[in-house]
Each structure stands twice: as structure tokens, then as C-alpha cells.
């Protein structure tokens, strides 16, 4: 397995499970009309989040929640890019954007970003012969279904070999198309078209996919499989996410994608304590 990622200027050691932190662009009462946030704001988060010790600031204009609906290609771009560029030069470490749109990829890393994390794994026309164009690390997650639906009926056969199949078809997609192997980073995408034992079962067999030989990323923080768990609303969710990230890092995930990244930070400075120190 690769044990770096090169992100343009910056790199991203991956001898140790790194955190990545979800920048949060979606309308909130900081925002000017409701509609975008302030870049001042978004700087002022991201800046928070890597004081805190995240190696890469996730940013995305898109919700793909479930149940969450498609967003215009300008209005992603309008959200996403003005805080990308007041971001870039603010931060030490790289930026990725959250999109499956070509030319949300391609204004992005214009931008500045230098990573894209598609959950639709480079499956919507024209995103191959973007991330062909742009030459960064790009994680290919596994979705069931589309967000709107994705949750009313989800199946497998064994849903692990199922993922890792889908997964490699992805792989030898990109690879064909002229991505290199060292910008490849896959997520099994916990929550997307699974049902609460299909997300436990891919977490307690997590260490199958490392078989693929391609730096993997997790993302478990505040999700409905621990609402399902501690019958809780999602702000009550850090200290089960940060027990999930745990779990997770230790059956081999690479970069683990959260909102609380201090936490998360310290609890996975337990589990390189107890691989690292001995007498
Ligand atoms: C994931 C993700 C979300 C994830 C990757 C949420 C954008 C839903 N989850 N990207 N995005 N993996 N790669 O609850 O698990 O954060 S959005």
C-alpha cells in the first residue's frame, strides 16, 4: 500500500491513520441571506479543525444526506469555490472537495483544492476526464442507489464482497481512463444504501478491504448506524463517533473523515499508543 498522498504542494503521511475534517458550508443562521456561508467563517472553522490536528479540510456544496436533493451545478460552484480560494493560502494542509460534478472538480482545484472525494466514484459523465485533467488523490466511495432513495431498500449478497467487486470495478474504470495508481483512495461509504447491520458488519470486517492494496477512508462521525444504536439526535453522537473511528483505524483505515476532530484526534492517539509502546 501507498504510504503517502501527494496533494500538489502538500503531502500526506499515511504511516499513521490521519483525520480528515468536514468543513461545514451548508446555510446556517452565520450565513449572510441563508444561503452561503461566509468565507470568514469557513476560515475561521478550518483553521479550528487543523489547530486540532486534521490533515486534510473537506469542503462540499452538495448534501448527499439521505433523502437530500441534487443541487445545480451553480449553485454547487457558487457555494464551494469562493471559500476554497479565501481558504488555500489560510491553511497548512491540503483541501478536498466534496463533489461528483466535472466542473465543480475542475473549478476547485483551480481553486486551490488538491483532492477530490467523489461519492459517486467518478461515475457522472465528464468526472473521469476531470480527474484525468487535474492529476489529484481521489477517493472513490461505494454507494447503493442514489441519496434520495438510497435508504428505502438496500441489499447485497455479502455486503463486504459485494463493496470490495464494485470497488475494483471502479479501480481498473479509473485506471483505463488514465488516473495514476498513486491518486487512488477507496471508502466503502458507511450509510450509503445500508441498512444498520450492513454498516456493523462492514465496520467489524473493515480489515478485508485493506486487501485491495489502496489507501482507504472512513467516514462514520455522527451517522444514523449510532442514532440506530443509542436511539440519539446527531448532536449528541461525538463520543460513539469517536469509538467508531477508533474501531475503524485500528482495522486499518487510513484517513478517517469527522466533525470532531479534537476528539477524534486524542482518541486515535490511543490507539498509537497501544501499537507503538511497548517494553
Ligand atoms: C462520507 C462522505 C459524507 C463518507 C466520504 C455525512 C461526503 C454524510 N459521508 N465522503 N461524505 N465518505 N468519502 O454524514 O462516509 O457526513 S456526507
Given at each position: 500500500?501507498?504510504?503517502?498522498?501527494?496533494?500538489g504542494?502538500?503531502?500526506i503521511d499515511?504511516?499513521?491513520?490521519?483525520?480528515?475534517?468536514?468543513?461545514?458550508?451548508?446555510?446556517?443562521?452565520f450565513?449572510?441571506g441563508?444561503k452561503?456561508?461566509?468565507?470568514?467563517?469557513?476560515?475561521?472553522?478550518?483553521?479550528k479543525?487543523?489547530?486540532?490536528?486534521?490533515?486534510?479540510?473537506?469542503?462540499?456544496?452538495?448534501s448527499?444526506?439521505?433523502?437530500?436533493?441534487?443541487?445545480?451545478?451553480d449553485?454547487?460552484?457558487?457555494?464551494?469555490?469562493?471559500v476554497?480560494?479565501?481558504l488555500v493560502g489560510?491553511?497548512?494542509v491540503?483541501?478536498?472537495?466534496?463533489?461528483?460534478?466535472?466542473?465543480v472538480m475542475?473549478?476547485?482545484?483551480?481553486a486551490?483544492?488538491?483532492m477530490?472525494?467523489d461519492?459517486?466514484?467518478l461515475?457522472e459523465?465528464?468526472?473521469?476526464?476531470?480527474?484525468v485533467?487535474?492529476?489529484?488523490?481521489?477517493?472513490?466511495?461505494?454507494?447503493?442507489?442514489?441519496?434520495?432513495?438510497m435508504?428505502s431498500?438496500?441489499?447485497?449478497?455479502?455486503?463486504?464482497s459485494?463493496?470490495?467487486?464494485?470497488?475494483?470495478?471502479?479501480i481498473?474504470?479509473?485506471?483505463?481512463?488514465?488516473?495514476?495508481?498513486?491518486?487512488?483512495?477507496l471508502?466503502?461509504?458507511f450509510?450509503?444504501?445500508?441498512t444498520?447491520?450492513?454498516?456493523?458488519?462492514m465496520?467489524?470486517?473493515?480489515?478485508r478491504?485493506?486487501?485491495?492494496?489502496?489507501?482507504?477512508?472512513?467516514?462514520?462521525?455522527?451517522k444514523?448506524m449510532?442514532?440506530?444504536i443509542?436511539?440519539?439526535?446527531?448532536?449528541?453522537?461525538?463520543?460513539?463517533?469517536?469509538?467508531?473511528?477508533v474501531?475503524?483505524a485500528?482495522r486499518?483505515?487510513?484517513?478517517?473523515?469527522?466533525?470532531?476532530?479534537?476528539?477524534?484526534?486524542?482518541?486515535l492517539k490511543?490507539?498509537?499508543?497501544?501499537?507503538?509502546?511497548?517494553n
Open positions: 500500500m501507498i504510504k503517502r498522498l501527494n496533494c504542494q502538500k503531502e499515511l504511516t499513521q491513520p490521519q483525520v480528515m475534517g468536514v468543513l461545514n458550508v451548508t446555510p446556517d443562521s450565513s449572510d441563508g452561503f456561508i461566509k468565507p470568514e467563517r469557513a476560515i475561521q472553522h478550518a483553521q479543525m487543523v489547530a486540532a490536528g486534521a490533515a486534510i479540510i473537506d469542503i462540499g456544496g452538495e448527499t444526506r439521505p433523502g437530500a436533493a441534487e443541487v445545480a451545478v449553485d454547487e460552484l457558487r457555494r464551494v469555490v469562493p476554497i480560494e479565501a489560510e491553511i497548512p491540503p483541501v478536498s472537495v466534496d463533489t461528483s460534478k466535472p466542473e475542475l473549478a476547485a482545484v483551480e486551490g483544492a488538491s477530490v472525494n461519492v459517486r466514484a461515475r459523465p465528464g468526472t473521469l476526464e476531470a480527474a485533467e487535474i492529476n489529484v488523490p481521489v477517493c472513490l466511495m461505494h454507494m447503493q442507489g442514489q441519496p434520495r432513495t435508504q431498500n438496500p441489499q447485497y449478497n455479502d455486503v463486504v459485494d463493496i470490495i467487486h464494485f470497488l475494483r470495478q471502479r481498473d474504470a479509473v485506471l483505463d481512463a488514465g488516473i495514476s495508481k498513486e491518486n487512488i483512495v471508502d466503502p461509504g450509510g450509503f444504501g445500508k444498520t447491520a450492513h454498516n456493523y458488519t465496520l467489524r470486517e473493515f480489515k478491504f485493506t486487501e485491495m492494496g489502496f489507501p482507504l477512508l472512513a467516514g462514520l462521525s455522527r444514523s449510532i442514532g440506530a443509542l436511539d440519539n439526535p446527531v448532536e449528541e453522537r461525538m463520543p460513539a463517533s469517536v469509538a467508531l473511528a474501531l475503524v485500528e486499518g483505515a487510513n484517513i478517517i473523515r469527522v466533525h470532531d476532530v479534537k476528539e477524534t484526534v486524542d482518541g490511543m490507539l498509537e499508543a497501544m501499537q507503538n509502546l511497548e
